[in-house]
């Protein structure tokens, strides 16, 4: 049998509400497959808006083996461009973020306008076409300050899912919005660990004192497992929505993709020590109701996401490896917050820096556990791990119709 049938034979056969075999965590072979299926096939968020507010500016990524640079050009539309100059390859683009007239390749100066199209290269003679050596597109969608990019030449439609999160989003305005603080940290392990740490809070009383101060431990707070007969959910709810915020939990028939609005504890604002506002000026003008939790926002493979009243946070992952994880957080504020004035750094920062680091050390003993020849898969709790159950579900099946050649559904509001 050769290695994708393999592959799919081992997803077919997994025992439900069990972990994952030890060579979806780390084998090369794997991760490779994952790249190639997921990575490079759907829709990732890369970053927001706000970073890139005039013409010429840009920022970098990696995807797998693909350099990134993601711009706004002269007529203020946000561009994906592969990051390879048309000549011999260099990167064009090498800083992490920035400013330019133009896109200068520094190996020989190929220079390319904020829409990619090639604009100079010095002596290639009088038959050659610069219109046949432009950078390559990458498909883009920006939609409530969050910017999306697809790799694949034939991308699914990403429509409806712009369509259901902007209502979510547009009372917040994360278009007028700065990020204040951006950190990244490189975990040692595969990205689904991540995400399975993330889609629970199994952990959470034993691992996360500074966010259990603020967000709930139930099973219900992940939006998954009966948020909806939850009576302290559901008035959340009614409060939100009688403010005119979407807020009721909704996710695509895949699970790929899901958002609700969740209420914290004992009637806390922000992920704070105090749980009081960590910004005085708040995220938007137009949200005028006050303790409205968080808008949670999740969509594999590479993003999850905290919108609250005075502040939002994003997360993003990579990978970097079979066993090399990216997770970069930026935390955003209104963009006439000032910092020092209306917000200090390090309350702003604090809950979610020790958390994050928290769940570094996690994942990483995790990681370090699974490569025992001792490992094998283990029981999810039905009660708390639901989250992860969806998860390793959506995983399982995506990867399934991949290797059998199908093409996810469309995405439609369940």
């Keep these: 049998m050769d290695f994708r049938g393999d592959v799919l034979r081992r997803l077919q056969n997994r025992k439900d509400g069990y972990s994952l075999e030890q060579a979806f965590y780390t084998d090369p072979d794997l ?60 990167r064009v683009c090498t800083s992490q973020k920035g400013a330019s007239a133009k896109l200068v390749c520094p190996y020989h100066q190929w220079t390319y306008e904020l829409d990619g199209s090639l604009l100079f290269a010095r002596q290639m003679g009088e038959d050659f076409d610069k219109a046949a050596h432009s950078l390559k597109p990458i498909a883009c969608e920006s939609f409530g300050g969050y910017i999306f990019i697809c790799l694949s030449e034939t991308p699914m439609d990403f429509a409806p899912v712009k369509e259901l999160v902007n209502g979510y989003l547009a009372p917040h305005q ?126 594999y493979p590479t993003t999850w996401n905290h919108v609250l009243v005075d502040h939002a946070i994003s997360f993003r992952v990579l990978p970097l490896g079979p066993e090399l994880t990216q997770v970069t957080t930026k935390w955003l504020v209104h963009k006439d917050a000032m910092e020092g004035v209306d917000y200090k750094l390090d309350e702003l920062t604090h809950v979610w820096t020790e958390t994050n680091d928290q769940d570094r050390r996690i994942v990483e003993e995790n990681a370090f556990g699974i490569r025992s020849p001792a490992y094998e898969p283990g029981p999810y709790s039905p009660e708390h791990e639901g989250g992860v159950m969806q998860f390793v579900e959506w995983y399982c099946n995506f990867m399934q119709d991949r290797l059998r050649g199908k093409t996810s559904p469309l995405f439609k509001v369940a």
């Design 174 to 299: 994360l278009k007028d919005t700065k990020v204040a603080f951006e950190s990244t940290i490189v975990e040692k392990g595969n990205w689904k660990l991540v995400w399975e740490n993330n889609r629970e809070c199994y952990h959470c009383a034993s691992n996360h004192p500074e966010l259990c101060r603020t967000y709930p431990e139930a099973p219900s707070a992940t939006g998954v497992q009966g948020a909806a007969d939850d009576p302290v959910i559901s008035q959340h709810w009614a409060h939100c929505e009688s403010a005119g915020l979407p807020s009721e939990f909704q996710m695509s028939p895949t699970g790929q993709f899901r958002v609700a609005r969740m209420p914290l504890i004992e009637q806390a604002e922000s992920y704070t020590m105090s749980g009081e506002r960590a910004v005085k000026r708040p995220l938007s003008d137009a949200v005028k109701a006050s303790h409205i939790g968080t808008l949670l926002l999740f969509h």
């Design 31 to 90: 991760y490779k497959l994952d790249l190639e299926e997921i990575w490079y096939k759907d829709w990732l968020f890369v970053g927001h808006d706000c970073e890139i507010p005039k013409a010429g500016n840009y920022f970098t990524l990696q995807v797998g083996d693909y350099p990134v640079v993601i711009v706004r050009d002269r007529q203020g539309s946000i561009r994906a461009l592969h990051n390879s100059c048309r000549h011999r390859g260099s």
